[in-house]
Each structure stands twice: as C-alpha cells, then as structure tokens.
C-alpha cells in the first residue's frame, strides 16, 4: 500500500469509530502526498466537513503570537530581555520583575497560569467559569484578573512549564509596542504576509461563513452516546494564547513563510525554529523533547531535530501543526472534536518517518 493509502485506511477507520472528524494535509513543496476531509462540521444538519473548512487551532495560533514578537524585536521596540513587569506596568503583581520576554516564550518564568492544565481538566474549567463567566473574556486584558495575583509556581528560568499566561502578556506587549490591537496586528504583520486569505480571529458565538463547531462526546461506559457543542467550554474569543481560525492550506503558508525567511529575517528565523529548553526530563516514545519559542521539537538520539511544531487542544478543538525537516513535510491536523488529533499525528508520524529519505 502506498503512503496515501496507509493514511486513508487508518483515518477511515477512526472517523468510523468517530474517533475523528476533521481535515488532514501532507504536503511536500506544492504536491499534496494525503488531503481529506472526514465527518461533520455541523451535526445537526449533517454538513461535511470539507478539505476547506475553518477551524478554530487552539495553541497552534501561539506560534503567531512569537513571530509578532521577533518582528518587534527586529525593529529594536523590544528585546528579549525586555522586563515584562515595567513594560506593562504590572508592578503591583505576583509576576515577578526579573521575568523577561525571553522567559514568557519559552515558558520558563515560572508564573501561574490563567487556566491550570494539569489535573482534572472539567472541575477546574466548572471552577473557573462559577467565579469568571467566560462570555465576558474578549480581550488579552480580560484575562489578567486570572493569574497576575497567584503565587508562582517556581522561580524565573528554573525550568519550563507549559503556560497560556506567559503569552497572554506578550500578546499584551505586541498591542502596547505596536499602538495596534494583537488582532489587527497579526492580521497585517503575519496572515497577509504570509497570504493566509482564509485565516482570521472569529467569535466562538459569531455568525462566520465555513467554520467548523466544535463538539464535546458524550460518553458512558467508555461508549460515544451523544455529542454537545463546546460554546461552553471554551472562551468565546480568540486571545493571544490560542484561539485563531484557519485551513490547512492557511497554516502550511505559514509554516513555509516561516521557514523561507517571509516573515523573520535569517537571524530570527532561526532562532524560531531552534530548540531552547528541556520540555521534559525523560524521553517519550525515544525521542528528545524541547521548546522553543512557541515551538516543540523532536530530538533523535544525534541531537538533530525530527519535527517542529505546535499543538492546539481545548473542548471541541484538537489540531497539529508539524514540519519534517528530513522528508520536507508539512504535516497539519485540523478536527472538531475534543481530543482527536492526538494519536492520528502519532499513526502519521509512525509512517512518515518510514518513508524513503
């Protein structure tokens, strides 16, 4: 079987289990090696999601957050060791002063996060939303009441840990630097530099042409019985630290721009696309993991970099975004329910890395 047929029975099969519903790319260059679509971007009334479809990316869109700031960094209106704190006035907080630009890319500043991942994801989201309706979070400030007075949780630079907040603040920096508002200017600065015609920031509650909803299964026994769209666990807006809408096509632009040199000088493109810090201490599935700025990395065992990228997770929302450095592959998962995108990027990493060099 061939690397497209592979790809296509093992989606067919999750769809089928509804597993997954989404659209998947494999792209080398400007051939297509896999593009398909699979179940609905509306359940009610049985619309299909197609190879065109919108969707929100969750984290992915991180990565437009770091590349504004290298472009402000290039034009010398901030640095990576830019104290956060002073810049934005926040010296009545818990972030600490000596925290830095650097520190919040790479989240290793070690503040609390607006949303804390870890645990029991559904109690902490009911938590949060009894003391904070979420249909009031429009903007990066809104978000500032969730964490700028928690203790953090270890001190600056000490080690990574993944963090919305850190990103939050920088989406703050980018409005107060650039006198335009984060939406705006990643608008102009990154989706039209880098031709993403069809990506945008759009209300969750909104009336957009060819989104996608989101979905939440509803489960018993370990059974699908049901689904619920996600208009209530997850913020109605976009921010800083996630929440884009984009294509497949879109976020292969983007992934192309970055690495040419579209939207980063030479100098900066690389230091986006290198490693910077242990994102943990073991190894997982062999592989060495790091972070960079807005970016995970794969390492093999010579230290050279198997893949790049981001991931986007929240209710209703699951989506990879990965480039293979050797096969010169873009890799992007785009689905719309909860969780899915996961182990299908594992299956088509699996058969990627078995793929003739």
Request: glycine share 8%; net charge negative.
């Amino acid at each position: 079987m061939t690397f497209a047929e592979q790809l296509e029975q093992v989606i067919a099969n999750k769809s089928h289990e509804e597993q997954f519903s989404g659209v998947v790319l494999v792209k080398r260059g400007e051939s297509d090696l896999f593009r398909a679509a699979h179940g609905y971007a509306n359940r009610s009334w049985k619309i299909e999601n197609r190879v065109d479809t919108r969707f929100r990316i969750a984290s992915v869109s991180k990565m437009f957050t770091a590349v504004a700031i290298l472009q402000l960094i290039e034009a010398n209106k901030l640095s990576l060791d830019t104290g956060v704190v002073d810049c934005l006035g926040l010296e009545h907080t818990t972030i600490p002063r000596e925290a830095t630009v650097e520190h919040m890319l790479t989240m290793t500043s070690g503040i609390a996060d607006w949303f804390e991942e870890s645990g029991d994801w559904d109690e902490t989201w009911a938590a949060l939303c009894r003391e904070h309706p979420i249909y009031l979070f429009r903007s990066n400030e809104d978000y500032l009441p969730l964490f700028t007075n928690k203790t953090p949780n270890f001190p600056v630079g000490q080690r990574h840990q993944y963090n919305g907040a850190g990103y939050i603040l920088l989406g703050l920096l980018i409005e107060k630097i650039s006198g335009l508002p984060y939406f705006d200017y990643i608008r102009q600065h990154v989706f039209k530099k880098a031709q993403m015609t069809r990506s945008d920031f759009v209300s969750l509650d909104g009336i957009t042409e060819e989104v996608a909803e989101g979905y939440i299964p509803i489960e018993k026994d370990d059974k699908i019985t049901g689904w619920k769209k996600n208009i209530y666990s997850t913020t109605p807006e976009a921010a800083a630290d996630g929440g884009a809408t984009s294509t497949v096509d879109d976020l292969t632009r983007f992934s192309r721009a970055l690495r040419e040199g579209s939207l980063l000088s030479e100098n900066f493109t690389q230091e986006m696309l290198m490693p910077k810090v242990s994102e943990r201490a073991e190894k997982l599935r062999g592989y060495t993991w790091k972070y960079g700025y807005a970016n995970f990395f794969l390492l093999d065992d010579s230290g050279e970099v198997v893949r790049w990228g981001h991931t986007g997770e929240e209710d209703g929302v699951s989506c990879r975004l990965y480039y293979y450095p050797k096969q010169n592959l873009d890799v992007v998962i785009l689905g719309n329910q909860s969780w899915c995108a996961g182990s299908l990027a594992w299956e088509v990493h699996d058969l990627i890395v078995k793929l003739p060099l």
